[in-house]
């Protein structure tokens, strides 16, 4: 079994940034994928982006330049998250994958003046 918990979410105004975080603990292996799906009030799950090794990431073009993701180790990811836009309010959701797949509890970010 895998545990994620995210942390970071909060309340931005356009235009801010925010940074959230990622820690998986329990059977853990290496490598792995981790990364971020969204959902936003009344749609469906959506990927971010996910990083499975340096030099292998994948972002949603809706975020591309704006938001990076990054791994320090096989336990956590980030997600830097800048210039934010109303649109960018969802649940985000951290996400591990080694064999099956996991997932947080999720993040609320709201980006609203």
């Known amino acids: 079994q895998v545990q994620l918990v995210e942390s970071g979410g909060g309340l931005v105004q356009p235009g801010g940034s925010l940074r959230l975080s990622c820690v998986a603990s329990g059977s853990i292996f290496s490598p792995n994928v981790m990364g971020w799906y969204r959902q936003a009030p009344g749609k469906q799950r959506e990927l971010v982006a996910t990083f499975i090794h340096v030099g292998s990431t994948n972002y949603a073009d809706s975020v591309k330049g704006r938001f990076t993701i990054s791994r320090d180790n096989a336990k956590n990811v980030h997600l830097q998250m800048n210039s934010l836009k109303p649109e960018d309010t969802a649940v985000y959701y951290c996400?591990?994958?080694?064999?099956?797949?996991?997932w947080g509890k999720g993040t609320l970010v709201t980006v609203s003046s």
């Open positions: 996400y591990y994958f080694y064999r099956m797949s996991y």
